[in-house]
Structure formats: C-alpha cells, structure tokens
C-alpha cells in the first residue's frame, strides 16, 4: 500500500529555518578570505616603506660619511702644501744674506724660526752678525725641488727635504789658500785675503713645527746630495 506524503512550502521553510548553518564551511570562509587577501598586500606596503626609509638612512649616512672623509683628505692636503710651502720659503730665508743688510737678515731668521733653533739665533746674533760682515758675504738662494716627507698634522709636526742651488761670494783673510770647495773658484786679492765665488748645490732636512703663529722651522739639516 503506497502511501503519499505532501511536503508542504511551510515545512520546507520550517526545515530550512531549523538547519543550523554551516559556520566553518560557507559564509565565514568567504568573510575570511577578504581579509585574506587585503592583509598580504598591506604588509608589502608596510616591508617597501620600511626598505625604502631604511635605504634613505643608510644612503644619507654614507654620503655624510663620504662627505667627511673627503673633507678629512681635502684638510691634510691643504696642510701638506701649508708645510711644504713653509719649508720652501725658510730655507730660502736662512740660505739667503747680504752683509749690507744683515740686520734685516737676521730679522727673518728669527721670524722663520722656532725652537732651540730660533734660540741659537738670538744668542748668537752679534757673533753671526760680526761674522758675515767681516766676510763681507752674499748668498742667494734657489729652491730646485721639495717634498713633504713626513707629517703629522695632530702632532704639528713634519719633515721636509729641499734641494737648493746657493749663488756665494765670500772675501776671508785666511792665512794659507782655502780648501778647494766644487763650485767655488777662490782667488787672493791682497794680503791674506781670498775671495770666493761660484755655485754651490746642497740637500736640507727642514725640521718644521706648528706654532701659535702658524708653522715655523725647527731645525735644518744638511744630508748628502747627489746631482
């Protein structure tokens, strides 16, 4: 015996109504999945910002690093001409006398000097006066190259080699013929006197050191030459 049963709207709607929904397989997976993908595509952002503010601050960090170790090389450089242009001018100075103006001669020794150096001069300097007078000599020098060979700049201190051509003439009284010297040519004139001129050629140490005053020599050394 078949028996047909009528499902009615009411209880379909009533069924429907009473299925609990499927809360971990429909409609939150898809609330889920907008998020999703909105969140991947925020941190991106967030991650190329931050390389990008990060590569900002390295790159003005470098360029400021760069700017300064150019402004240090730049410094020392300046300095090394200073020095060298210093050690160029003193030995001149201290090479170069005329016994017709020794008082202004002696005048720029003390002021190229420092040190025991400028102190041997002002002790000495009637002596070195008298001396060149009674010589009656003349030198002129001529700085032919230089090279800074040492600096320390926080120290205030450098070295400097020079090679110099020195014009002289010199008038002495000496009691027998002066020792021959390459160069210089003596000749008597009168008596016991001996005038010697030429050209001589030396190599000079300039020891300089950095005063209140700017840099000074400290000391000067003759060391072999070789033409």
């Known amino acids: ?105 002696l005048k720029d020794w003390e002021a190229a000097t420092t040190g025991t150096l400028h102190d041997e001069i002002v002790k000495n300097r009637d002596s070195i006066r008298d001396s060149i007078v009674q010589r009656q000599s003349v030198s002129k020098a001529e700085v032919l190259s230089s090279a800074v060979r040492e600096l320390d700049d926080r120290a205030g201190k450098a070295s400097v080699m020079v090679a110099i051509k020195m014009n002289v003439d010199v008038t002495e009284t000496l009691s027998s013929p002066p020792a021959e010297v390459p160069g210089i040519t003596c000749q008597q004139v009168e008596g016991g006197k001996y005038r010697c001129q030429g050209v001589k050629y030396q190599r000079l140490e300039a020891t300089l050191q950095r005063t209140d005053a700017g840099w000074k020599l400290e000391a000067l050394a003759q060391v072999p030459y070789v033409q």
């Open 1 to 105: 015996m078949k028996t047909d049963t009528k499902v009615t709207d009411d209880a379909v709607d009533e069924d429907v109504t009473d299925v609990e929904p499927a809360g971990d397989d429909t409609e939150p997976v898809e609330k889920r999945a907008e998020p999703g993908g909105k969140l991947p595509q925020v941190l991106l952002t967030v991650a190329v910002a931050l390389v990008v503010a990060t590569t900002a601050v390295a790159g003005w960090y470098g360029v400021r690093w760069l700017v300064a170790a150019n402004d240090d090389s730049l410094a020392y450089s300046k300095t090394r001409d200073e020095v060298n242009r210093v050690a160029w001018t003193a030995v001149v100075t201290m090479n170069q006398l005329d016994h017709r103006t020794i008082d202004q001669g």
